[in-house]
């Protein structure tokens, strides 16, 4: 890819817009404060990244979806994560947030859990959007960490430091678990959609051609991120979307079994699995018997 920006460390963001670094690890940067400000850019993050914009300036892509963000929203990107940015001429970004390296959090609580975080892998059509309230929560955060930053560094300053970040990620948790709640009408729109895409997906045949049918297949329909997808679909049902999935699989293999005279091997297959011991073992798993001991069972 041309002109690809290898983003994987805090001083090459702050070169970027042309602001200073006080630490090798960590940055809050306010954007308000850039002296360049490159129009058109694409970055592969090697580093953390969060940032509430306060006005929407210009478009962030990933692959070929647009962020959807405005004015008064977080958007958030993590390593490995490829986004390109194009900004209008003469339009100066405003956005304050924190960036970290991994390097940061290792060995601290934090580094343990931040795959527990799953809006860093969110994408297209789904930033998260604050109330006032949220938004002053989001601000003390990050007023509190660049406190840590500018303190003289003693034994407790990396620990304060990813402690203070670690509430941040905590309360935007909190904030995405308030939007899907806010937005239920349309999650149930998506749980629907859900539902007929895997009705159709075992009576179209796919599983004998495309296997069992996975998270990120559906995702991709209804044009979510599997992140966002799973914990949307976690809200609504209490269940995660893999064990949805493995719910409609167990009652269509109920199904078959009592009303067809197929094999088990056959059932299996019909259902998208490579092999007849796989089914078995998921099947007693759940039903706690075998599809041979479930068919024999008193109707």
Do not use: W
Request: charged share 25%.
């Amino acid at each position: 890819m041309d002109n690809l920006i290898q983003l994987d460390t805090i001083e090459k963001y702050n070169n970027l817009f042309g602001l200073e670094t006080f630490h090798p690890l960590v940055s809050v940067v306010d954007l308000n404060n850039a002296t360049k400000f490159p129009t058109h850019f694409t970055v592969n993050y090697g580093i953390y990244a969060l940032f509430l914009k306060q006005t929407k300036c210009g478009d962030i892509r990933y692959g070929r979806q647009i962020y959807d963000y405005s004015e008064g929203t977080i958007t958030s990107f993590a390593p490995g994560q490829v986004v390109e940015t194009d900004m209008p001429e003469g339009v100066k970004p405003s956005a304050l947030g924190v960036l970290f390296h991994p390097d940061l959090i290792k060995g601290t609580s934090l580094g343990q859990e931040i795959k527990s975080y799953s809006f860093f892998s969110y994408n297209s059509n789904e930033a998260l959007h604050l109330s006032e309230e949220e938004k002053e929560i989001f601000l003390d955060c990050l007023k509190k960490t660049q406190m840590e930053l500018i303190h003289p560094i003693d034994r407790l300053s990396k620990r304060l430091i990813a402690r203070n970040i670690q509430l941040l990620l905590d309360y935007c948790m909190r904030f995405y678990n308030r939007q899907f709640i806010t937005r239920a009408e349309a999650n149930k729109d998506i749980l629907t959609q859900f539902e007929t895409l895997l009705d159709s997906y075992f009576q179209s045949g796919k599983p004998q051609t495309e296997g069992l049918p996975t998270v990120k297949y559906f995702a991709d329909q209804v044009y979510l991120s599997p992140n966002y997808f799973g914990d949307l679909i976690k809200k609504e049902t209490g269940k995660t979307a893999q064990e949805y999935i493995q719910n409609k699989i167990i009652d269509a293999a109920k199904e078959q079994l009592i009303a067809t005279k197929k094999t088990v091997s056959e059932i299996a297959y019909e259902l998208g699995f490579q092999y007849s011991q796989h089914f078995n073992r998921l099947f007693k798993k759940n039903v706690g018997y075998t599809p041979t001991e479930y068919r024999k069972l008193p109707v």
